[in-house]
């Protein structure tokens, strides 16, 4: 996945090209987050530059939220969303993407931007948090080096959250199926609350080493 976010946006034009955006909905997230990528790109005065952690974030979105579905987060539908996105990559910005901006937004409301406000249930909180953390840290670790600080936070975080989730579902008189649909339930529930980034960062201000909690 690094190897396409490094490539230099393809700007040119190949016709006129309706506004709208791929009837699968794995198409549909992945061309989002291909977008996501030329927005930042074309925002940047240099191409070769690395993206910032939040823009890694708005672009991971998107598959994170083609996993929800039914209340609960389905792992391979994000997988196949990560997947496709380097698939459809020069297809996409070799058009006029920057049409499709405002259909990306209305079909994913959940990545505009705002204040975070975590979940309030225990188990749907530290869940939701550290099975984030997982999954952004695993999709970052080719790059880890160009985001070390932030990643040792939340890596920080998800060992800190072990105990105090164990100790949760283990109140609640979850069995192992039961405790793993609860877990998939917290993930769908917290990815639809910000960007990746500014949750996590919310999630290591309350469940991080410093934080007391």
């Known amino acids: ?8 946006l393809v700007l040119a ?3 006129r090209r309706e506004a709208e955006l791929p009837a699968d909905p794995i198409e549909r997230a992945a061309t989002c987050g291909v977008i996501a990528a030329a927005e930042a790109r074309r925002a940047s005065a240099d191409v070769e530059a690395k993206l910032t952690l939040e823009q890694q974030g708005r672009i991971l ?3 994170l939220l083609a996993g929800v579905e039914g209340g609960s987060f389905d792992k391979t539908r994000s997988a196949a969303v990560v997947n496709a996105m380097p698939l459809l990559g020069e297809k996409v910005t070799q058009g006029k993407w920057d049409r499709l901006i405002p259909r990306c937004e209305a079909a994913f409301p959940a990545t505009k931007t705002g204040d975070v406000d975590l979940p309030s249930d225990p188990l749907d909180a530290q869940a939701g948090c550290q099975d984030l953390a997982a999954f952004f840290t695993t999709a970052l670790r080719a790059s880890e080096a160009d985001y070390i600080d932030r990643i040792r936070v939340y890596d920080q975080m998800r060992r800190d959250l072990d105990p105090k989730l164990g100790a949760t579902i283990r109140a609640r008189g979850l069995t192992q199926k039961q405790g793993e649909a609860a877990r998939d339930k917290a993930l769908a529930t917290i990815v639809q609350r910000g960007s990746p980034v500014a949750v996590l960062d919310a999630c290591a201000k309350r469940f991080g080493a410093e934080s007391g909690g």
Not at 1 to 8: G, I, K, Q, S
């Open 61 to 63: 979105h998107y598959a």
């Open 1 to 8: 996945m690094r190897a396409w976010l490094l490539l230099p």
């Open 13 to 15: 034009s190949c016709g």
